[in-house]
């Protein structure tokens, strides 16, 4: 069974840096797409990034483009996400999902991701 947990420190002032880690268990880690999403308080859960299976590309929302960097390291089943230039309206919780079989044109959704972490909480204040 797959399971993913997240780690990292929670909360940072405007401007700061943050990093999220999530470790992968359960299956090998190569041959999954991994992505991180986020909910805040009041929102539906949207996407964040993704990085593809094995060293594949990555992709990012908008939203968080030129501020966050996701990156993954195969051997020790992790993918992180560097988030830089925090802002207010990125406090959310961050989940971290898995999946196989990820097409391009899904990778935004979450629908395409069938593992979940719990997520954790990430808070920016002004």
């Known amino acids: 069974q797959v399971q993913l947990a997240e780690s990292g420190v929670g909360s940072v002032q405007a401007g700061g840096s943050l990093s999220l880690s999530c470790v992968f268990s359960?299956?090998?880690?190569?041959?999954?797409?991994m992505a991180w999403f986020r909910r805040a308080p009041g929102k539906e859960r949207e996407f964040v990034a993704a990085i593809r299976r094995g060293g594949g590309g990555s992709i990012y929302a908008d939203s968080v483009k030129g501020r966050f960097t996701v990156s993954r390291i195969n051997a020790e089943k992790s993918v992180n996400l560097q988030m830089n230039n925090l802002q207010p309206e990125d406090t959310a919780v961050y989940f971290c999902?898995?999946?196989?079989?990820?097409?391009?044109?899904?990778?935004?959704?979450?629908?395409?991701?069938?593992?979940w972490g719990q997520g954790i909480q990430v808070t920016v204040s002004s």
């Open positions: 359960g299956d090998s880690f190569s041959p999954y797409s």
């Open positions: 999902a898995a999946s196989r079989s990820v097409i391009l044109s899904q990778v935004r959704s979450s629908n395409a991701y069938y593992y």
